[in-house]
């Protein structure tokens, strides 16, 4: 497996449900992030761990409760959503924070329906 | 505030050209950044401008204005496959991404 792989591509859950996203990269990159992405709007983003510390929390509501246990791997655990958290969830890498080039290596999302 | 502005929606004929614009109003420059996303697939990154003027990569070129706040991307030869949606993002002082809502580029034959 190469570049960013992201788990599950879709789920739909109700919104007294607990589930996970996964993130894993292959890149050897030291920062990751996850974007949220809704329709029409700019990607949002939601947290940075830099070297699996998190540098940036985007006024994320608590419901959303990320985990990075090593530079490889991101988490996002989900529970009591609300509708409006239905969204296409981005997984991104970079080599470092968002400096340099900035270049980011996303994942291809999963999709989120909460009922 | 900061504010990235691009148009939501273009369509443009295979075999032409189309230019896409982006204005941005943000705190401090770090560089302004094109990515292509394909329709359920990942963003991926089309162009990287610091400086003033034309970066061109093949079919692509990517064009800034600091002084103006305003960058362009230009595909050349239109292919069916360049379908997608285009996402301006300019870095600010602060090493942050402020992102526009994309353009979804439509190809007709």
């Known amino acids: 497996e190469t570049g960013v792989t992201q788990t599950p591509r879709h789920l739909v859950m109700g919104m007294t449900n607990k589930k996970s996203l996964k993130c894993e990269q292959h890149?050897?990159?030291?920062?990751m992030y996850w974007y949220k992405q809704s329709a029409k709007k700019p990607l949002e983003l939601m947290f940075v761990?830099?070297?699996?510390?998190?540098?940036e929390n985007n006024s994320v509501p608590s419901r959303f409760s990320p985990e990075c246990p090593n530079s490889s791997h991101l988490f996002l655990h989900l529970h009591t959503l609300q509708p409006e958290d239905s969204a296409l969830y981005l997984c991104?890498?970079?080599?470092?924070?968002?400096?340099?080039?900035?270049?980011?290596?996303f994942g291809e999302g999963s999709r989120l329906t909460v009922l | 505030g900061q504010n990235i502005d691009q148009p939501t929606e273009m369509t443009a004929t295979e075999g032409a050209i189309v230019q896409i614009n982006c204005t941005y109003q943000?705190?401090?420059?770090?560089?302004l950044f094109w990515y292509q996303q394909h329709a359920g697939e990942a963003p991926t990154f089309l162009s990287y401008?610091?400086l003033d003027g034309l970066e061109e990569k093949g079919r692509f070129s990517s064009f800034l204005s600091r002084s103006k706040g305003y960058s362009y991307l230009l595909l050349k030869e239109l292919q069916m496959k360049d379908s997608a949606s285009y996402l301006c993002?300019?870095?600010?002082?602060?090493?942050?991404?402020?992102w526009g809502a994309g353009t979804k580029l439509i190809i007709k034959p």
């Open positions: 991104a890498s970079s080599q470092g924070r968002e400096g340099g080039t900035g270049e980011l290596f």
């Open positions: 890149l050897g990159h030291n920062a």
């Open positions: 761990y830099n070297f699996k510390e998190q540098t």
């Open positions: 943000t705190s401090g420059f770090n560089g």
């Open positions: 401008n610091v």
């Open positions: 993002a300019v870095m600010d002082s602060n090493y942050q991404l402020i």
